[in-house]
């Protein structure tokens, strides 16, 4: 059976016809199930193709099609001889069998997941000589819709290149895109053009698995190195769809963060091939052509301060999520020196220090805004555009607005009589609004900057929104109720409309009273607003991982919140629709007595005898029952779900705590590097000298029309300062720009192609080396157990076995002395005998005979078969056993 013989079963009387599938198989030309012959059977073949060699006219006009009965045996034999590298038989085999297109395509397959170049350039010159044929394709085309058994050892999907690529052999991918080979990227999920609607409808499976075969070549590193100019871009775009298909596939989405974190690692990893800060430079700079068009680029053009780069693909890297590109050393490295800019002792100082200088800031804060207000070109307002003084004017700014919101909560406390009534004016509870206008400023010029879109990516944002919303939401509410008040006395000074906006207590006050409504929205804002001073805590290695933790939390206790509330409302319907009929006590019987009773158990801040009613049996018990499962469910279960989900979150938070930091770090940089919005709020509402000459020069421009004689050019953004170049001026223009970027990244992906395969290499040259020592661990401990054997089997003796010998050695013992009684002796010789010493071995190795050979009796010599002989034996053995040499006993026990 393993050389292929069979017995074939007779068919019945009425052999049934095949069926329909069978029938289209055969007219498509489907190959059969494949049947891998076994190395013999190949050498025999090839045998028979040599020996018919010499008649090659009859042997290509009688060359056998790989379509009939032997077609599977050859393909079979084709794969196995590429597979165990056996390259003339290959040979032989494509130049006298006609193999299909799809076998073709299958070997290929197989060379190309073996590494073998050569033949994979075979395999494809024959595919090339075949396109001149009738080549019959319908086999590849309608694979996909073949519902047989599938006998490929590659999965769906899987091309030549995308084998490569996901093997990451970067001769043979280069070698197939050469030859013009491809990975055509799939549809979008939700596509319902006619080839994804057949897919999805013959084999929803296959149509999933060659999706993420596809998006697995497509990821590699090897096809992101060679079938992208811009392998950087293409690794940051890569990332984000493949972050999209992982949400909107959850079935696969293991496989889809997989590749997601391959693409990101390869942004991190060719990033770190550059040798020279002008290779930063035009990598972190510019941004590309192809990005300009993405989403994510909204706002990327915006300027930054003088003397500072663009950091447009730094900036693109962050809008695109890519943590760990972000938190790599080279643009840590760049981002840190912008934000110390000229104060080179910043970075190096104590903590100490740089609260004593924070400290200062925050004291003279209004008279450094005042200096840089007159003079924003002097020396004063070039020190504070540096990215860490500004961070710290804007920082003692918003603490002097949270300094005045607790100075009026205090004022409030202190004249209380004043502030229960309406005796207060508006402006006395509203200073904090000159900061609220300048807040509200800041945000409508950080719009105008950044773009729509780009604003809104951060959420922080998003709470500056409802802030200010609020607070403008009280101040309106306080002057409504002023203009009521002024209305009514206007028109009637005694009425009760007066009296009531004017001078009523707040017992008398409705329910929808504007005062109400101001002071309770005044109060959650003033909450809001010391929470915001949370966004400058990454600046902090310590505080700011604590922050990104804690928002980490917050959303797992806002997706926890909806099982809860279900939870909660449940027996909130049961334990109300049990004591409504009752009303025996005031704590249930009513939703809302009700709602507070169940969420206070909770934290176990109720007593469980509210629950009881000994005259009504039923109802108490099934009562009890119901509060009894809503403690245990939700102070016992999800209580400590949620526990266990706050502790996963700031477990995963500390796992990658430094990429987290240092990705949340830079966005705070980066809003600090823009240019503008150097002074800090409420300074930014007074017009400045500078904002009033920019604005009569646009004006003067428009005016005489110099704008269209002195065309304003694209910033070009200097490079990054070095200590070899601290000067570093403006670089090359536009166009050279571009090309010298496309160059950079040429050589980068060029330095990681080569940096891959010398580690390929050595990891082949180790894995080589690991298995001979592994041999040679295996040859040595073998012979040490051959060496402890035979020390044993001479120690043991032949005719006097101790106590521990082995039932083995006795037996043998026990059969030498039989033979010996009943027939002639067997002679040694050197070769079964084994030495007990080293130096019995060199001896045996040198061929000499040892001691018990020359005491042995000659081979023409006559053994003890007499009875004297035997007894003469006998007599030597108990009387003279230790004079005879252990090793002539032993090579009779071998020879035995």
């Excluded at 298909?245 to 990101?264: G, V």
């Excluded at 990598?283 to 053009?301: C, H, I, K, R, W």
């Excluded at 930014?684 to 704008?707: E, G, T, W």
Aim: hydrophobic share 40%.
């Amino acid at each position: 059976m393993g050389q292929g013989h069979t017995i074939a079963r007779p068919h019945p009387v009425s052999c049934p016809q095949p069926n329909w599938t069978e029938i289209v198989n055969r007219k498509l030309k489907f190959p059969l199930r494949c049947w891998v012959p076994s190395r013999r059977d190949i050498q025999a073949w090839c045998s028979s193709c040599w020996r018919w060699g010499s008649r090659p006219g009859r042997r290509a006009r009688r060359a056998p099609e790989c379509g009939g009965g032997r077609g599977p045996l050859l393909e079979g034999g084709l794969n196995l001889a590429i597979r165990l590298g056996h390259e003339a038989i290959t040979d032989v085999l494509l130049a006298n069998v006609k193999f299909d297109f799809r076998q073709i395509h299958e070997a290929l397959l197989v060379a190309v997941d073996t590494n073998q170049p050569a033949v994979v350039r075979h395999l494809l010159a024959r595919l090339e000589r075949e396109k001149g044929r009738k080549v019959d394709t319908r086999s590849s085309s309608l694979a996909f819709f073949d519902s047989s058994i599938d006998g490929s050892r590659f999965a769906p999907g899987v091309t030549p290149l995308t084998l490569a690529c996901q093997k990451d052999l970067y001769e043979i991918a280069q070698l197939l895109m050469g030859q013009g080979h491809t990975i055509a990227r799939p549809h979008p999920v939700s596509c319902a053009c006619l080839e994804c609607s057949n897919a999805r409808r013959y084999d929803l499976l296959k149509f999933s698995l060659s999706r993420i075969n596809t998006y697995r070549g497509i990821a590699s590193r090897a096809h992101l190195s060679l079938a992208s100019e811009d392998a950087m871009l293409a690794a940051f775009q890569l990332s984000r769809e493949l972050r999209h298909l992982a949400r909107k596939e959850p079935e696969f989405k293991p496989e889809y963060i997989a590749l997601e974190s391959l693409s990101q690692d390869y942004g991190f990893e060719l990033l770190g091939m550059c040798r020279n800060q002008s290779e930063v430079t035009a990598v972190l700079n510019d941004l590309g052509e192809d990005s300009e068009t993405e989403p994510e680029a909204e706002g990327l053009g915006q300027a930054f301060e003088e003397g500072i780069p663009n950091l447009a693909r730094l900036r693109l890297a962050v809008n695109y999520n890519q943590k760990r590109f972000v938190a790599h050393p080279i643009c840590q490295q760049v981002l840190s020196s912008i934000w110390c800019g000229n104060l080179a002792g910043w970075r190096g100082s104590t903590t100490i220090w740089k609260l004593f200088i924070a400290f200062l800031i925050f004291l003279t804060m209004p008279f450094l805004c005042l200096g840089y207000w007159l003079a924003p070109k002097s020396r004063l307002g070039r020190l504070l555009k540096i990215p860490v003084l500004k961070f710290l004017l804007h920082s003692a700014s918003y603490l002097w607005f949270l300094i005045f919101l607790l100075g009026e909560s205090l004022v409030m406390e202190t004249q209380l009589s004043t502030f229960r009534g309406r005796s207060q004016s508006v402006w006395e509870t509203s200073l904090h609004m000159v900061w609220v206008a300048g807040f509200l400023w800041f945000e409508c010029k950080e719009v105008w900057i950044e773009g729509l879109r780009s604003y809104l990516l951060d959420w922080w944002n998003f709470l500056d929104m409802v802030i200010l919303s609020l607070y403008l939401a009280a101040f309106t509410l306080r002057l409504l109720l002023a203009g009521l008040a002024h209305k009514h006395c206007r028109d009637a000074p005694d009425g009760a409309a007066c009296h009531y906006f004017t001078s009523a207590e707040r017992s008398e006050w409705r329910t929808e009273d504007p005062q109400f409504l101001a002071e309770v929205l005044f109060a959650v804002t003033s909450m809001l607003s010391f929470t915001r001073l949370a966004s400058i805590l990454p600046a902090h290695e310590s505080l700011g991982t604590l922050q990104i933790s804690m928002g980490r939390m917050i959303d797992d206790m806002i997706r926890f919140m909806f099982i809860l509330m279900i939870i909660l409302t449940a027996f909130l319907c049961g334990l109300n629709n049990i004591y409504v009929p009752y009303q025996e006590t005031e704590r249930l019987g009513n939703f809302n007595e009700t709602f507070q009773f169940l969420f206070w158990t909770m934290f176990g801040m109720e007593e469980h005898s509210v629950v009881d009613m000994p005259q009504f049996l039923v109802p108490e018990f099934v009562g009890r029952a119901l509060y009894g499962i809503f403690t245990i469910v939700m102070v016992i279960v999800l209580l400590n779900m949620l526990i266990a989900m706050i502790t996963n979150s700031f477990q995963k938070i500390e796992d990658a705590a430094d990429v987290e930091w240092k990705f949340a770090r830079s966005k705070l940089y980066l809003s600090y590097f823009r240019e503008g919005l150097t002074l800090p709020v409420p300074f930014n509402i007074l017009p400045s000298p500078k904002a009033i000459f920019y604005l009569l020069r646009r004006v003067f421009r428009f005016i005489c029309c110099c704008h269209l004689c002195c065309k304003t050019k694209k910033p070009n953004y200097p490079p990054i300062p070095t200590f070899a170049n601290p000067g570093a001026g403006a670089g090359p223009g536009e166009g050279e720009r571009g090309s010298y970027r496309l160059r950079v990244i040429k050589a980068l992906v060029q330095r990681y192609i080569e940096t891959a395969q010398r580690e390929f290499e050595e990891t082949r040259r180790k894995d080589l080396g690991n298995r001979l020592t592994e041999l040679t661990k295996t040859v040595s401990r073998l012979q040490s157990e051959v060496a402890c054997v035979q020390r044993a089997v001479v120690e043991a003796g032949p005719r006097r076995p101790p106590g521990g010998a082995s039932v083995l050695s006795r037996y043998i013992t026990r059969v030498r002395n039989s033979f010996q009684n009943l027939g002639p002796p067997i002679p040694e010789t050197p070769e079964l005998t084994v030495p007990a010493t080293v130096g019995t071995q060199e001896s045996s190795e040198t061929g000499l005979p040892d001691a018990g050979g020359a005491q042995a009796p000659a081979s023409g010599e006559s053994g003890p078969s007499s009875p004297a002989h035997v007894l003469v034996h006998r007599e030597q053995e108990s009387e003279g056993a230790g004079d005879l040499p252990q090793e002539a006993d032993l090579g009779a026990k071998e020879g035995t």
